[in-house]
């Protein structure tokens, strides 16, 4: 199996060991190429889920992708300008596993955000940074549906799931809010599974 | 469940370092730079009362930023805000902390309140970037807990030459002691004089335990992607976005002010794109075509020690 991991900014190489460790091939994406995806015409193109011209396409296409933490209005602003939207689009359409933790979440998402525009892929509304500032930034431990121990779930200037929309999977709270969602093909985490050493989530997501 | 819940561990330290790998830090002295930066794409601002280029000119007494532009700053973006102190100056480090900035820079570029002792780290809840120049000085900040480092450069002059400097000497520093026989590594940590555990990590590892960004002289796109090819994580911008083209309009004219910072936002723009994309040359050419103004640059190698930033702190 082969995942893409944006790394336009934030977590990315962390989350790279973290697929390797679960013997996971990775692939560090920038611009729409490199997961071998000719940039589509448009939107609607992408929402189809044409993935690649075939005449274009040099590089493997990734089976999953991983959006990791970071920061959201950069994401937003280098990822379109890029044509990442539009793939992210594409691979949504197409069945292929989409991930998003933290600032990924948001960007996944849904919700009124400042100088972010989510992409909408997954009906659920974020806030961003809405635990506080850094010093707010904590550890926990949550019960995660179907694993059998607690998860050390590491939050760090982490968004909350306001809204959730119909048939949104819940698969941890923390306090009463949601922390970890899955809608078909698309699993969002508002804390950072890539932090600690318990591979766990990244199986879950990755290898069902 | 019982939630047992942590806050301020070296973990989620480094964790937040982490999540700026690859973003560029801007400093930025108000809430219009702030928005500027964060609109280029910024991962972080650093908020500080001077750029400084013009501490440098100015002289003086160079303290932690007033508390009413601080407080702007954290108002109008939603990046992480960081600010700094003195070296050794545990009570603004505390100030700021009360405040709820995100990060707090322990730095050179201000007046130093210490000239023995660096901040003792340990005791915050918010992390600590600091200056080094080379691995022995990085790992005795770590030692006090750092959860980030950059290197020092010399801050103020648009000039790379002492950026890439001290990140050759850190990187080749850990190349030399990851190679090493594991027995050399007490007289190693001797010479350095720095913690035995940290050389026995960065010679397990070949890295620091914590991201290590540049700082201190990046002016344009190819600067920026230099030290990124060099080793680093990220880079700091200090005075090379917001000492562009100030010779070319007067910022006390609103409409003059609006094109200045129009032309910042550009550069800044261009810096975000070479970083991101450093190992791609069709984009750091790109990012270079569209840098617009850059400062005037300081000839270092005419300066004399005692006006070197670099040479504050141990």
Same mark, same amino acid.
């Given at each position: ?7 336009? #900014? ?123 500032? #850094? ?5 926990? #431990? ?60 990244? #199986? ?5 | ?314």
């Amino acid at each position: 199996m082969l995942v893409g991991i944006l790394a336009i #900014q934030g977590d990315y190489a962390t989350h790279s060991k973290a697929l390797s460790d679960i013997g996971v091939e990775v692939v560090e994406i920038r611009r729409a190429e490199d997961a071998g995806f000719a940039n589509p015409s448009s939107a609607k193109d992408a929402r189809k889920g044409n993935l690649v011209d075939p005449d274009i396409a040099l590089k493997k296409i990734p089976d999953g992708m991983i959006i990791p933490g970071g920061e959201s209005s950069t994401f937003d602003l280098l990822g379109r300008r890029y044509g990442l939207d539009k793939l992210f689009y594409a691979f949504a359409a197409s069945g292929k596993t989409l991930f998003g933790t933290c600032a990924g979440a948001i960007w996944l998402g849904k919700g009124e955000h400042h100088k972010v525009k989510s992409l909408g892929l997954i009906d659920v509304d974020l806030e961003r940074n809405a635990y506080g500032r #850094q010093v707010d930034s904590f550890n926990t #431990q949550i019960d995660i549906k179907g694993f059998d121990s607690p998860f050390d779930a590491v939050f760090i200037r982490a968004p909350k799931i306001t809204r959730l929309g119909k048939d949104i999977e819940v698969l941890a709270e923390y306090k009463g809010d949601p922390v970890f969602v899955r809608w078909k093909n698309i699993w969002l985490t508002t804390f950072h599974p890539e932090r600690t050493n318990d591979r766990r989530i990244h #199986q879950l997501v990755f290898s069902g | 469940m019982d939630n047992q819940t942590t806050i301020g561990t070296i973990d989620l330290k480094v964790g937040l370092a982490d999540m700026l790998r690859g973003g560029v830090i801007m400093d930025v002295t108000n809430a219009d730079q702030a928005k500027i930066a964060e609109d280029a794409g910024a991962a972080a601002v650093m908020a500080l009362e001077r750029v400084p280029a013009d501490i440098r000119k100015e002289g003086g007494v160079a303290r932690m930023s007033r508390i009413n532009v601080l407080e702007e700053i954290m108002k109008v973006v939603q990046i992480p805000v960081m600010a700094k102190a003195r070296i050794g100056h545990f009570v603004e480090a505390q100030i700021l902390e009360q405040l709820g900035v995100d990060y707090i820079d322990e730095s050179e570029v201000l007046t130093p309140a210490d000239e023995e002792n660096h901040i003792d780290k340990h005791l915050f809840k918010v992390p600590f970037v600091c200056g080094c120049r080379n691995l022995g000085e990085a790992l005795r900040r770590i030692g006090e807990g750092a959860a980030m480092m950059r290197t020092k450069g010399e801050a103020g002059t648009g000039n790379v030459v002492e950026a890439v400097r001290h990140m050759r000497q850190v990187m080749g520093d850990m190349r030399r002691i990851h190679h090493m026989d594991s027995s050399e590594l007490m007289a190693e940590s001797k010479n350095l004089q720095a913690p035995y555990t940290l050389v026995r990590y960065v010679h397990e590892n070949g890295k620091l335990p914590v991201p290590n960004f540049a700082a201190g002289g990046v002016a344009t796109p190819a600067d920026a992607a230099m030290m990124v090819q060099l080793g680093a994580e990220s880079v700091f911008v200090g005075s090379g976005i917001f000492k562009a083209g100030t010779d070319m309009f007067d910022v006390n004219i609103e409409k003059e002010r609006k094109e200045l910072y129009k032309v910042q936002g550009k550069l800044a723009a261009a810096i975000v794109r070479a970083v991101t994309h450093a190992d791609s040359p069709d984009e750091v050419l790109a990012a270079q075509r569209d840098q617009g103004a850059v400062m005037h640059g300081l000839d270092v190698r005419s300066m004399p020690d005692e006006e070197r930033l670099a040479t504050r702190g141990w």
